[in-house]
């Protein structure tokens, strides 16, 4: 059991070291454009821990998914990390997308 465990953690951190490294490459090498929120997906849960002034209350999360054109004219759409500000269908965005996986994109900024 623990060896599983250890195989879980380090999987995990091998995981959270590429994303890292995805994320920076984008921001320093990333190509910014224009792209339109396609689509919000909204996803709640129950607020389980008992500690919190908002224990048994539903909470949301969303997922964002944009649509742009590369380089190529090809129209991409691409799953965005989250938001610090909510975000609406139809809503314009700045974002930079990698040069090496199109679909992998990040904010970035206004």
Same mark, same amino acid.
């Given at each position: 059991m623990a060896f599983l465990i250890g195989i879980i953690v380090v999987g995990f951190?091998?995981?959270?070291?590429?994303?890292? !490294?995805?994320? @920076?490459?984008?921001?320093?090498?990333?190509?910014e454009t224009e792209a339109v929120v396609s689509r919000v997906e909204e996803h709640s849960s129950i607020n389980e821990n008992k500690?919190?002034?908002?224990? !048994?209350?539903? @909470?949301?999360?969303?997922?964002?998914?944009?649509?742009?054109?590369n380089q190529k004219g090809e129209t991409v759409e691409a799953k965005l990390g989250p938001q610090p500000h909510a975000l609406q269908q139809g809503n314009k965005i700045r974002i930079k997308y990698s040069t090496k996986n199109p679909s992998y994109v990040l904010s970035a900024g206004e």
């Open positions: 951190v091998i995981w959270a070291i590429i994303s890292m !490294k995805r994320d @920076e490459d984008i921001s320093k090498n990333g190509i500690e919190s002034d908002n224990y !048994k209350e539903k @909470e949301y999360t969303y997922t964002y998914y944009v649509k742009y054109q």
